[in-house]
């Protein structure tokens, strides 16, 4: 009876022993007598004992490994570290099995002859400004040699960029060196502008200025026109309303020597006074050409 209860134990730690879970996103090749027997995925397996063998237990996920700086040479004669970082998927567990010895080690050199390879084609300037062609080159040139090793490179990036200490400071010179000259020519610019507007606000303010004189001027000279229109307006129509009262030559007598009260009170320097004082005709004429004198002698001394 003890032997029974042994023996089912037995037997039930070597089923327990061949079973096998393989969890998502995993593989498992299993070997049988020494040779490779199938490729196990997700799910509920059993081996048989001491028959078939799990050799190699793999991740189907995206794997990414940052390798250590590299020297490389540029073909300006250059030597700079550049560290890269690779992000690669085993598509066929059986080939990465049996492909290659080591494969992390194998993608780790290939990457390192490839990147010398891509770099010694180039100068100092297009390795540190062509990132983008580097990774692409890269990428295709890996992804094709691992493929006999059932590996996918999707991606290649380089991710450090390490030129030499003196390098670097030739460098740093050369970019502050540009970043002042980058200043006085904004300096520059701006002092121009600075000047365009302001000579341009000196131009409208003298046009304006100028404008406001003429048409102050105007203003005035349309002033002493309407005035002396007025004045006119003023004569006429006394001289309109003295024909249409038919005025007698009393009147015109009265108006006589009230024009030559006015000469007197002027500025006039001659006054002449006719002998027949009852002559209306006379008179007029006579205080009319002392009172264009009068005018003149205004206007004269206007000038002056």
């Known amino acids: 009876m003890g032997f029974f209860i042994v023996l089912l134990i037995i037997v039930g730690l070597l089923i327990f022993a061949c079973v096998r879970v393989v969890p998502q996103a995993e593989a498992y090749v299993v070997e049988r007598v020494g040779s490779y027997f199938e490729t196990w995925g997700n799910g509920l397996h059993i081996k048989v004992p001491f028959i078939d063998r799990v050799a190699n237990r793999l991740t189907l996920k995206e794997i990414v490994k940052d390798f250590v700086p590299q020297p490389v040479i540029t073909k300006d004669n250059v030597t700079m570290q550049i560290d890269t970082v690779v992000y690669y998927q085993i598509t066929d567990p059986k080939l990465y099995t049996y492909g290659v010895e080591n494969p992390l080690t194998a993608i780790e050199n290939l990457t390192a002859t490839t990147l010398r390879n891509i770099i010694g084609e180039l100068e100092l300037d ?106 006119k307006q003023a004569e006429a129509e006394g001289i309109k309303l003295l024909r249409e009262a038919k005025a007698d030559k009393s009147v015109l007598t009265l108006k006589s020597f009230e024009a030559l009260g006015k000469v007197a009170d002027g ?12 002559n209306v005709a006379a008179l007029a004429t006579t205080v009319e050409e002392m009172f264009k004198e009068v005018k003149t002698d205004n206007s004269t001394n206007t000038n002056k």
């Open 267 to 278: 500025n006039a320097t001659k006054i002449i006074i006719p002998s027949n004082l009852q």
């Open 126 to 231: 297009q390795t540190l400004t062509s990132r983008d062609i580097i990774n692409a080159k890269m990428r295709s040139i890996l992804d094709e040699a691992t493929d006999p090793w059932g590996i996918k490179v999707n991606r290649v990036e380089v991710k450090n960029i390490i030129p030499p200490r003196d390098i670097q400071e030739a460098m740093e010179k050369q970019m502050r060196a540009e970043r002042e000259r980058r200043e006085k020519i904004l300096q520059a610019e701006g002092e121009k502008k600075s000047s365009i507007l302001i000579a341009e606000g000196e131009k409208e303010s003298a046009i304006l200025r100028a404008e406001a004189s003429r048409e102050a001027q105007i203003r005035v000279a349309e002033g002493e026109a309407e005035a002396m229109l007025k004045i």
